[in-house]
Structure formats: C-alpha cells, structure tokens
C-alpha cells in the first residue's frame, strides 16, 4: 500500500519519500521555511513537536538550518509526567537532539512541571503556554498504531473533553496504556489551530492505521480530528 492509495480528504497533502533519512531532511526544510515566514511577517514563530524516538533524525536535521532561532518558541504537543533528567521526557529529548547547533538560541516552554498531583501539573502546564506564540505557527505530530496522536489516547478518561472543539482548557492530564502512563497533552482546540499542520508517519502499519482511522470516530481513534486541511502527511516505508 502506499499513501496515495489512502482515501483522504481532497485538501490533504501528501508527501512519500524512499526512506527515514530523507523524509527526515523535507521535514526540517518545509518547518524551517514555514517558521521563517512567520518570523518575516510577526517577529517571531512557535513551534510545537512531538516526542519519542521517530523524530530524532528530523530534530537533528531541522537545528542545522539558518533562521533566527532567537525568535522561535518551541513547546511539545505532550509530555509524560518525568523528570526532565528522565530518559522518557520529551523535553529533555529536543534538548538533547534539537536544541543544538544553530537551534541552540531557540526557546523552550516545556509542559512537565513538579506539582502534587498529575492534575496540578496540566493545571500548571497550561499556565506557562499562556507565553506561547498562539495560534502556534507550526506543529508536527506523529501517530500511534493505536490511532493515538500527541498523548489524545483511545479510553483515556478524559478524551471526549480533550478533543472538544469547544473546549477551554489548553493542556489536560492523559493516561496512556504503556508506561510511563502519567502523560500531559495539548488538547484540540489548542493543536488543530495551528497554521501548518504536519504528521510525519513510517512503514507500511501506520498507512493501515489511518485507513482504518478514516472510517471511525476521533474518540476510537483520536488522530481522526486531525484529517483535515490544514494537514501535510509525510511518508515513508
């Protein structure tokens, strides 16, 4: 199967590419482009990624390009509930791989702070992004098998209200069903306001994921809210 093969929505962008290292480098280019005209036009960009291991090579690729990183905010669509030292926090993962080389000037609103309870800590999270550029300029997300995308995961109690269009909270706590559980996640009114929107997706399982998504409902696969313009779905085996 390959991604043209998918039913989408007409005004839905597609991009395939041979493999992870290229698809990788169109990325950090299209997001370098789109963060540029944003700083030509406002003064400055913000920029909201996804976590795990997949985006790596993009974040590697994206801190080498030229702009003025002292204009870009860079927050994260979800966090998991770790210290920042922790292997599994997400912040510490574009600290690591993209907040170097000409992206070291770049600033970062995290979501993860030290609270009671994981409630408090959304609760606190969605404070601080009251200093993040809004509507976010550009956001890149990545998907689960599952259908999940940013922490938005199937029978987490509290989805419905994550991804209502209505909704005033900007961060809410989630539970995801592999550890670590305690996630925080942007919700949907704040994620799918963004001006570009890109999902970046490998192997031939995540191509049947979303053909699967496109004939269910958001809250049984939550990356189904996210199909629709503006979205750019980049692709490789």
């Known amino acids: 199967m390959e991604i043209s093969d998918l039913q989408l929505p007409a005004e839905v962008e597609t991009k395939s590419f041979k493999d992870a290292a290229e698809m990788a480098q169109a990325q950090a280019e299209r997001v370098a482009r789109a963060l540029d005209v944003a700083i030509s036009e406002q003064g400055g960009a913000s920029l909201v990624v996804s976590g795990g291991r ?4 993009f974040f590697e690729a994206l801190s080498t390009c030229e702009l003025d990183w ?7 669509a979800d966090e998991r509930w770790v210290d920042l030292s922790d292997t599994d926090s997400n912040e510490g993962l574009i600290r690591r791989h993209l907040l170097q080389n000409a992206a070291a000037e770049a600033q970062v609103i995290g979501l993860s702070q030290p609270a009671e309870s ?3 800590a959304a609760q606190l999270a969605g404070q601080r992004l009251a200093s993040l550029r809004q509507p ?3 956001l890149v997300l990545g998907m689960g098998n599952d259908g999940h995308t940013a922490s938005l995961f199937p029978d987490s109690p509290l989805l419905a209200q994550a991804l209502q269009r209505d909704g005033t909270a900007s ?3 989630m539970h995801a069903p592999v550890k670590p559980q305690q996630r925080i996640t942007m919700t949907y009114p704040l994620l799918a306001a963004a001006r570009m929107q890109m999902l970046a997706i490998q192997g031939p399982d995540k191509l049947e994921t979303l053909q699967q998504a496109l004939r269910l409902e958001p809250m049984q696969m939550p990356i189904r809210a996210f199909l629709h313009s503006p979205l750019e779905i980049y692709w490789c085996p």
């Open 136 to 138: 976010i300029d550009v």
């Open 118 to 120: 994981l409630e408090e």
């Open 54 to 57: 997949s985006p790596i090579a």
């Open 171 to 173: 961060c809410l706590p």
């Open 70 to 76: 002292s204009r870009v905010q860079i927050s994260l």
